[in-house]
């Protein structure tokens, strides 16, 4: 028996960045946010249509 303590098996995690809605440092509760707040801003903002992902299909129109 030693007396070393157990390995921590947990991946490792990279250090929180900078939170992409204002910049202050990502707290790992709200990971990669700051704040409950800015969470919210990021969600509003994918439910607002504010973010895009590109396509090469033409836009539905009412007719199809």
């Given at each position: 028996?030693?007396?070393?303590?157990?390995?921590?098996?947990?991946?490792?995690?990279?250090?929180?960045?900078?939170?992409?809605?204002?910049?202050?440092k990502?707290?790992?509760?709200?990971?990669?946010?700051?704040?409950?707040?800015?969470?919210a801003?990021?969600?509003?903002?994918?439910?607002?249509?504010?973010?895009?992902?590109?396509?090469?299909?033409?836009?539905?129109?009412?007719?199809?």
């Open positions: 028996m030693t007396d070393e303590p157990a390995p921590d098996r947990r991946p490792r995690r990279k250090p929180a960045g900078a939170c992409p809605i204002c910049g202050r990502a707290q790992e509760a709200h990971r990669p946010f700051c704040s409950a707040r800015c969470r801003i990021d969600l509003g903002r994918w439910f607002g249509e504010d973010y895009r992902l590109p396509s090469d299909e033409a836009p539905l129109t009412d007719s199809e």
